[in-house]
Every structure is written in structure tokens, then in C-alpha cells.
């Protein structure tokens, strides 16, 4: 099993910023990609930003320029540096870890509340 523990959500203004962390534990060996989900109330969660184990990003588009993926060079910490964040950001985030496609794990999730 692999456990993620995010921090670092909160309540900022339109055009602010927020840095969230995903620490992962437990049997992180061959986790290939950690990434970032959000769900705003009454949608479908969505991705928002993916980094693999050679450093190759993904962002959904909405998010590029703005937001940035990083990982460390142990591969079991995850970051989202969130820039020009606007209302629409709301939502709760996720950390993902996969192994593979049907292997995957998710964090409890941190709320991301952006004000107008």
C-alpha cells in the first residue's frame, strides 16, 4: 500500500498564490507518475497537472502558465505551485500515485478555495 498526505491548501484572493505538498509512504517503490487532481462541487474530478519518473509533465490546459508540477529526486514527494489562481481553481486536491494504470492511489485530499 502507499499512503499520500497533501498540505498546504487554503483560502486565497483571485490572482494569488498557494503551494500544496503530497508526501508519500509506505511501499512507494515503482510509482511511476504522482499527479494532481481537483473536484470543484457538483463536477467530476479532473486532472490538473502529472509528472513521471523522468521529470515529463502534463497539464490540463486551463492550468498552463499558471501552475506549475514538481517532484523530488527521491520520487515519493510531489508539489503544485499555483500562480494567478482564479475562482474557478476552487476545489478539493487530490495527489495520485500510480504504479500502473489499474494500481493507483489517492490522497484524503486539501481544499482550494479562491475568492472573487
Known amino acids: 500500500q502507499v499512503q499520500l498526505v497533501e498540505s498546504g491548501g487554503g483560502l486565497v484572493q483571485a490572482g494569488g498564490s498557494l503551494g500544496l505538498s503530497c508526501v508519500s509512504s509506505g511501499y512507494i517503490f515503482n510509482i511511476n507518475i504522482m499527479g494532481w487532481y481537483r473536484q470543484a462541487p457538483g463536477k467530476q474530478r479532473e486532472l490538473v497537472a502529472t509528472?513521471?519518473?523522468?521529470?515529463?509533465?502534463n497539464y490540463a490546459d486551463s492550468v498552463k502558465g499558471r501552475f506549475t508540477i514538481s517532484r523530488n529526486s527521491a520520487g515519493n514527494a510531489v508539489y503544485l505551485q499555483m500562480n494567478s489562481l482564479k475562482p474557478e481553481d476552487t476545489g478539493v486536491y487530490y495527489c495520485?500515485?500510480?504504479?500502473?494504470?489499474?494500481?493507483?492511489?489517492w490522497g484524503q485530499g486539501t481544499q482550494v478555495t479562491v475568492s472573487s
Open positions: 509528472i513521471t519518473s523522468g521529470g515529463r509533465t
Open positions: 495520485n500515485a500510480e504504479k500502473a494504470p489499474s494500481l493507483r492511489y
